[in-house]
């Protein structure tokens, strides 16, 4: 062999791993918000027509069958009322927990353009609403029949029982979002949006309660019309959205 003779260059090909993959695209602002508050207003329309279906169906009359009724008679009515209230209520709310999860878990993953996150996000996020939103009503309506019971169009009870069922559904599904949108490292952000949302959608929705719905009960967890009910789901899920989207955060670039 020669002097001159060199080796022939040798191509090596960096290695493979997470840190060495390419960046996905981080969602503006703008476009995120966008997303998330169409997400949330179709989440909400999707949960208040499916409410809808089945509204009714699961309490039975409170009146006595014939004549006066005895006072065991009055507490066993009472008991099957309240059990049917649970139920419809837990499958309302359980319903927009899972719309809303999965809404902004695939709003936040299609923001950066990413169809694979997006359907990761909506897949938990469906997940973790449906258990946010029954768990929720199971412990705050139990309270409610007692609130009530003592000041029945109560502001305060009403602001506490709605805002704690609001409060989880939007902590669940910011949490989505905010996977969806940035991953877990966003998380919190997101998370906290989605409470913060949450309370300002209750309060916005009593509001309103009050100025167009002043005999349709809305201090009540499920309201008496179909119109109180549908701006409930509307108000709460799309200042749900708003509250997320705003919270959230990109994380911080690796070098």
């Known amino acids: 062999m020669s002097s001159i003779d060199v080796d022939p260059p040798v191509e090596t090909a960096p290695p493979s791993g997470p840190s060495f993959e390419a960046p996905r695209e981080r969602p503006s602002k703008a476009r995120l918000g966008a997303l998330a508050l ?5 989440a909400g329309l999707a949960s208040w ?12 009359p409170l ?17 099957s009322y309240r059990r049917g209230v649970l139920a419809e209520t837990s499958i309302a709310f359980g319903l927009l927990g899972a719309a809303l999860g999965a809404a902004l878990g695939a709003a936040g993953g299609l923001a950066r353009r990413s169809p694979r996150d997006a ?42 029982v709605q805002g704690a069922i609001a409060g989880l559904i939007g902590a669940a599904a910011g949490a989505a979002l905010g996977l969806g949108a ?11 949006g989605g409470v913060v949302g949450a309370v300002v959608g209750v309060v ?39 509250g997320a989207a705003l919270g959230f955060a990109p994380p911080p670039s690796k070098a």
Do not use: K, N, W
């Open 204 to 242: 916005a929705y009593q509001v309103v309660g009050a100025l167009m719905f002043p005999l349709d009960e809305t201090t009540r967890p499920v309201a008496i019309t179909p119109a109180a009910r549908g701006a409930a789901q509307l108000l709460v899920a799309s200042f749900i959205a708003i």
């Open 119 to 160: 359907g990761v996000a909506a897949a938990l996020g469906a997940a973790l609403g449906v258990a946010a939103g029954v768990a929720a009503v199971q412990i705050t309506v139990r309270l409610a029949f007692r609130l009530l019971a003592q000041d029945e169009d109560g502001l305060e009870a009403a602001l506490l």
């Open 38 to 42: 169409a997400a949330g207003l179709l």
């Open 49 to 60: 027509l499916a409410e809808e279906s089945i509204h009714g169906r699961f309490r039975p």
């Open 182 to 192: 940035g991953g877990r490292r966003a998380v919190p952000q997101a998370l906290v």
């Open 63 to 79: 009146t006595a069958t014939a004549g006066f009724a005895t006072p065991a008679e009055t507490a066993v009515a009472t008991a």
